[in-house]
């Protein structure tokens, strides 16, 4: 039997007993009470049956053929009322158990057609405060962290893939040139100069790798999943950066103009460190002798932002965008050395920010982050 017969034929059940309780009790009320009045009634009449009269006999079995078809008269109408009353109960407690029911109904209906790729899915939440509803916000937390965890297994997934296919493809220029190095000096008898020029080329390769790997695994981990949370000073960041590389500066003549006014963000510090650091780094290297370097941070329209600016080649507007993909350089030549924009992105978007990339008339770019203010990040992480 279903949970609605079942439920159905426990309101039956109740109806009926609560009937043949009421009945039994109104049969014995009834039965004291009758023949109490019957005996007021015939008050005055001789109670010996020797000793009455035949009018006085008649009477009183009179009394009783009129108490023993009331008796009668009341247990028909009272069974007749009864199986009435109960048929009712059964229709009624069929149609109350289909709407107590309904809720989990829809609760079992929503679980069916939920799947692994479709959990956008909630179970509908009944306007009474009641048990069901308790349930249906309980089923409804549990999918969004079941949800939620598939999205983070999702990122981690995708995250370790294109590590490994980054690393697979960038890292065969670095071990070719060190196979070659190798398999050109060991060729001949090589000589001590001849070592020591390997021994440079595979230093250089290994310098790369390095670089390659490191960046790799900064970009994996910006989008493996949440971040440790700290607040932090973008005006502060910059500003020990910008002394950390004072010395690249001035070698390369480089003029450094800063507008540090507090932008507070709330993230992870190494992340948002290696994000202007990368910043900075590209500013300073993809630049000409006697440019200029321009960092600005602040607030603008209630959001936190920082901007970075250089001197340096041309580049048309349509190649500027390309930039923040993985590997990619001005000329767009993929290259190992190109990690830096793209780890940029995506430590930005961690963070629940932007990026925006413009090329300046006069050479150079314009890198702008912004970011939502302090609450509006932990409550979307929230």
Known sequence: MTARGRLAALYTALVLAAGIILTCLTYLLMRRNLGRRLSLSLIGTSTVPDQASTAERQLWQLAGQVEAAAYSEFLTQALISLAVVTGLAAALGWLVAGRVLRPIRAISATAQRLSAENLSERVPVTSPADELATLAHTINGMLDRIQTGLADRDRALESQRMFTANAAHELRTPLTTMRTAID?????????????????????????????????????????????????????????????????TKARDLAVRRDLRPA?????LVLL??????????????NHAGGCVEVTTGVMGGLPFACIANTGP??????????????????????????????????VAAHHGTISIAARPTGGLAVTLRFPARNKINSMRR
């Open 184 to 248: 050109v000096t060991l060729d001949d008898q090589p000589g001590t100069p001849e070592l020591l020029a390997m021994t440079g080329d595979i230093s250089a390769a290994v310098d790369q790798s390095r670089r390659i790997l490191d960046g790799l695994l900064t970009l994996a981990r910006s989008q493996a999943g949440p971040i440790r949370q700290h607040d932090v000073d973008l005006a502060d960041l910059v500003r020990g950066l910008l002394a950390g590389v004072a010395g690249e």
């Open 264 to 268: 507070r963000i709330t993230g992870e």
């Open 273 to 286: 460190e290696r994000m202007v650091g990368n910043l900075i780094d590209n500013a300073i290297r993809y």
């Open 314 to 347: 041309p580049i048309t507007p349509s190649k500027a965008e390309g930039l923040l993909e993985p590997f990619v350089r001005g000329e767009g030549v993929r290259t190992g050395l190109g990690l830096g924009l793209s780890i940029v992105r995506g430590i």
